[in-house]
């Protein structure tokens, strides 16, 4: 089983960056897409950016061009690459682990983006 810890939110002001980390305990490499999500408050959590095991990526509209996903599969590790924050992105941010039978997610990390 496939356990997920996110680490690197924090407080930042905006126009500030943050990289967020997605640790999994076991093998992510081809198997999981990996993606992070986001709930603020008195929102439904929602899809921030997804990476596919081959690479391939999407992004949630208000984010494209500001945020960016990768992953190192040999460090079994998904990153998400925030600059040019605005207050609209605080929220909780979740990572997820996803293939046929399994739906993994983390803690989640809270990234605050205020003056």
């Known amino acids: 089983q496939v356990h997920l810890v996110e680490s690197g939110g924090g407080l930042v002001q905006p126009g500030g960056s943050l990289r967020l980390s997605c640790v999994a305990s076991?093998?992510?490499?081809?198997?999981?897409?990996m993606a992070w999500y986001r709930q603020a408050p008195g929102k439904e959590r929602e899809l921030v950016a997804r990476?596919?095991?081959?690479?391939?990526?999407d992004y949630e509209d208000s984010v494209k061009g500001r945020f960016t996903i990768t992953r190192n599969n040999a460090k079994n590790t998904v990153y998400l690459q925030m600059n040019s924050l605005k207050p609209e992105d605080t929220a909780v941010y979740y990572c997820?682990?996803?293939?046929?039978?399994?739906?993994?997610w983390g803690q989640g990390t809270q990234v605050t983006v205020s003056l």
């Open positions: 997820r682990a996803t293939q046929v039978g399994h739906d993994i």
């Open positions: 076991g093998r992510i490499s081809t198997i999981y897409t």
């Open positions: 990476i596919t095991p081959g690479g391939a990526t």
